[in-house]
Nanobody, 127 residues
Framework: VQLQASGGGLVQPGDSLTLTCAASGRTFTNWKMGWFRQAPGKEREFVAAITWNLATTYYADSVKGRFTISRIHHLQNGARNTVTLQMNDLKPEDTADYYC????????????????WGQGTLVTVSS
C-alpha cells in the first residue's frame, strides 16, 4: 500500500485548502481511510476518516462543520484511488503536518487502527 499526500501550503485565516491522498497498491474494499495531523510540539491527532464502501464519515469535534472528507474510486485505473480533505474556514490552530493513513479495521479515530501511513503535507494558517 502506498499513500501519497499533497496539497498543503500557506494560507490566511478563513481561507480554504484541499488535501489529496493518492492511495495505490491494492483495492480498499472494507478499509477505512483517515487524516491525522501533528502540530509543532504536539502529539498527532485524529482529524477525519471515511469508510471506503459506504463512505461513512467521522470527524474530530474541532473540525466538524469546516472539513469534509471524501473518497473517489478511479474505475478506469482501479489501482489508484483518492481521498480528499476539503478544509474551509481555516484557523491558525489548524496549522500542522497532515498525514493520510489506511486501516483494514478498527476504530476510525484511533491511530493504532492504521497500519499504513503516507508522508506529511504541511498546512500553515497565518496572516
Amino acid at each position: 500500500v502506498q499513500l501519497q499526500a499533497s496539497g498543503g501550503g500557506l494560507v490566511q485565516p478563513g481561507d480554504s485548502l484541499t488535501l489529496t491522498c493518492a492511495a495505490s497498491g491494492r483495492t480498499f474494499t472494507n478499509w477505512k481511510m483517515g487524516w491525522f495531523r501533528q502540530a509543532p510540539g504536539k502529539e498527532r491527532e485524529f482529524v477525519a476518516a471515511i469508510t471506503w464502501n459506504l463512505a461513512t464519515t467521522y470527524y474530530a469535534d474541532s473540525v466538524k462543520g469546516r472539513f469534509t472528507i471524501s473518497r473517489i474510486h478511479h474505475l478506469q485505473n482501479g489501482a489508484r484511488n483518492t481521498v480528499t480533505l476539503q478544509m474551509n474556514d481555516l484557523k491558525p490552530e489548524d496549522t500542522a503536518d497532515y498525514y493520510c493513513a489506511a486501516a483494514r479495521a478498527g476504530t476510525a479515530s484511533s491511530q493504532s487502527s492504521y497500519g499504513f501511513w503516507g508522508q506529511g503535507t504541511l498546512v500553515t494558517v497565518s496572516s
